[in-house]
């Protein structure tokens, strides 16, 4: 079912006021070949694969574990029963991706503040958390504290909160999120500038001697135990010959009150300075107090791995340009002897990835660019498998017209709507309206733009290098379920079942609704695949430099 703007009791303007994209045109009838494609899915399928993912056989798929070695298996022998060509130029599906891992010993950490004659030294895992991402067994750093505000140079938006400041040896103190620079549909976007990733790379360029983010729960997205939880333990980065040494010597977390103590310490109101920082005339503010800190790490090597099969194009003339779906294989392994299974994130996206492949494989003929199917590991140490793969294409990137990723689907039933994170960036948007028109559903942007979503999966590392993305997220609209039901479903999942060890298969799961939003995913690669040219960034999208260098390398290396 799809609805004309012009039979709608309210009025037009203020429904795409409040964000939802509406079926304006007639839409294009289901080719039979796609018709055939899609008769191959099958909840009890889908259902299998998510069932012997997250049994507890494969031990919650931790990176380098045996977890790691059932998923590979599992995924090459699907990959090889569905009909996929090995998508490795050497002949294989993998691709090896080299990590390192680092554990730094919370019992032998440090960290203390002191100014005047006063001695701050606040508690590992309650007040902070603290890391080196350099390759050491040991780090010690000591500087000046300096609040730098949001610590963002962001040229696109007019805002440079270091104002030319000598930053060289500092310790930074900055703020999670971004100021209000950028406005979906009337609310705050968070944009790469507001990621803890950015503001640690840019502590890093500036050749400050360390960096703490101060924490608070709304800017962030999410609450301390998140921040906790996910940066203790040990921590995977990719392995390269220098050892990470570019990056600040130590970074971390510090909580909303340890700030406000380190601030009361140095004579300072972290409230007052917080507002301060909204304004675009902030200046940094050195606050007197000297920071030292004290890693022990123990480190090893870990070798994980992609799996990556092809579906090699019809058309001579575009079968070198490509589309990938991503789904990333790995989740949190055991802690403390406890699974976590990983049956939505991502048990439902690798499923998914399969039987996509299979409907394509359906088809009388296939797509005319080449299609990707890329299961990419170590998502959750921070998309270190995807970044690998931007980082070693296997097929030009320039070439590679865009990602489709799938991450922690819709278990719970069919929706009329589907959430599209990161609309309003690309011409994707587009192939996403019309297949969404053609399926009778609706696209909605992203209810919560302030949370930065479209930065926190894999498409994200192709993102950066240019590759436009489709970041889909589960609708709310649930077919035969009350208004607000699937909010609350959503809610009720991220607060019990999000990255612990109860994402599991539930007996109310219903993956009817993993089988529309299957379609949907097929059409929008089905339609990137066969359209005359790739899909572009929008004027105005951060991400638009990224492709025009990508593209502007790509001609001068073929050129003489
Ligand atoms: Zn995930």
Known sequence: ????????????????????????????????????????????????????????????RGPGTVGETLSLRYLQDQFREVGLTPGNPDGTYLEKVPLEGIYADPKSMRLTFTAGGQTFSPRFGDDYVAWTKRIVPEAASRGELVFAGYGIDAP??????????????????????????????????????????????????LGAAGCLIVHETGPAGYPWAVVHG??????FTLANLNKNMNRAPFEAWIT??????????????????????????????????????????????VDSHNVIGKIIGSDPKLRNEYVIYTAHWDHLGMHNGQIFHGADDNGSGVSSLIELAR????????????????????????LLGSEYYAEHPLY?????????????????????????????????????????????????????????????????????HGVPAFDPDSGVDYIGKPAGWGQRIHDQFTA????????????????????????????????????????TWNPGSEFRAARLASLKAARMRSEP
């Not at 099958?42 to 919650?60: C, M, N, V, W, Y």
């Not at 996910?230 to 921590?235: H, K």
């Open 359 to 382: 409907a394509f494989r359906a088809l009388p003929t296939p797509p005319r660019r080449t299609l990707l199917f890329l299961s990419v590991t170590a998502e959750e140490q921070g």
């Open 1 to 60: 079912m799809h609805t004309k703007i012009g039979r709608l009791p309210v009025p037009a303007a203020a429904i795409l006021a409040a964000g939802m994209v509406l079926a304006a045109q007639t839409p294009a009838p289901i080719p039979p070949g796609v018709q055939k494609a899609f008769a191959t899915f099958s909840t009890a399928r889908l259902l299998e694969h998510i069932r012997l993912l997250s049994s507890d056989k494969f031990q919650g």
């Open 496 to 535: 019990n079942d999000y990255h612990k060890p109860t994402d599991v298969i539930e007996p109310d799961w219903n993956l009817a609704g993993l089988v529309d939003d299957a379609k949907l995913f097929f059409l929008v690669g089905y339609d990137l695949a066969n359209a005359a040219t790739m899909p």
């Open 230 to 235: 996910s940066w203790t333990g040990e921590q």
């Open 396 to 464: 030009p990137l320039a070439r590679t017209a865009a990602d489709i990723n799938m991450d922690a689907l819709n278990v719970w039933g069919p929706t009329r709507d589907i959430v599209s994170i990161g609309m309003g960036e690309s011409t994707i948007d587009r192939t996403i309206a019309a297949a969404a028109r053609a399926l009778g559903r609706v696209v909605r942007p992203d209810p919560d733009p302030g949370k930065g979503f479209f930065f926190r999966s894999d498409h994200f590392s192709f993102v950066q």
């Open 156 to 205: 696109a938006f007019r805002w440079n909160d270091f104002k030319g400041a000598n930053l060289k040896g500092k310790i930074l103190v900055v703020l999670v999120n971004n100021p209000p620079f950028k406005f979906l549909a009337g609310k705050k976007v968070m944009t790469y500038y507001g990621r803890w990733t950015y503001k640690f790379e840019e502590a890093a360029r």
């Open 256 to 301: 909303h009150d340890t700030a406000e103590k380190l601030f009361r310490m140095a004579g300072k109101n972290f409230d007052q300075l917080e507002a301060a920082a909204q304004r675009r005339d902030f200046h940094p503010v050195p606050l007197g107090v000297t920071g030292q800190v004290e890693i022990h790490n123990a480190l090893r090597e």
